[in-house]
């Protein structure tokens, strides 16, 4: 399984930015699918994700900002960042967890200037 990420930029605080994550094959059986995000210096933290096609975990920090969302039909993962502050800077990946394992996408990175 392939997990091809997209959408990361340069956008100024309070902007918005869409990540996209398109799967080689169908997330509709899968686990959960979410998006995590590694600052330098830091550990990769989870950001959001579904579970099981329906609950959703965010992050403490994201809440209210970062909506998750799937499309079936293009096997794709969404994650759309509202009021963007500058530590939402980190590279940005994708993971998918299938009953048999799991993968990561190739990260995206995001910046937001002050």
């Known amino acids: 399984v392939q997990l091809q990420a997209s959408g990361g930029g340069l956008v100024q605080a309070g902007g918005s930015l869409r990540l996209s994550c398109a799967a080689s094959?169908?997330?509709?059986?899968?686990?959960?699918v979410g998006w995590y995000r590694q600052a330098p210096g830091k550990q990769r933290e989870l950001v959001a994700r579904?579970?099981?096609?329906?609950?959703?975990n965010y992050a403490d920090s994201v809440k209210g900002r970062f909506t998750i969302s799937r499309d079936y039909a293009k096997n794709t993962v969404y994650l759309q960042m509202n009021s963007l502050k500058p530590e939402d800077t980190a590279v940005y990946y994708c993971?998918?967890?299938?009953?048999?394992?799991?993968?990561w996408g190739q990260g995206t990175q995001v910046t937001v200037s002050s």
């Open positions: 094959t169908s997330i509709f059986s899968i686990n959960s």
């Open positions: 993971k998918a967890a299938y009953p048999w394992r799991e993968f």
């Open positions: 579904i579970i099981s096609g329906s609950s959703t």
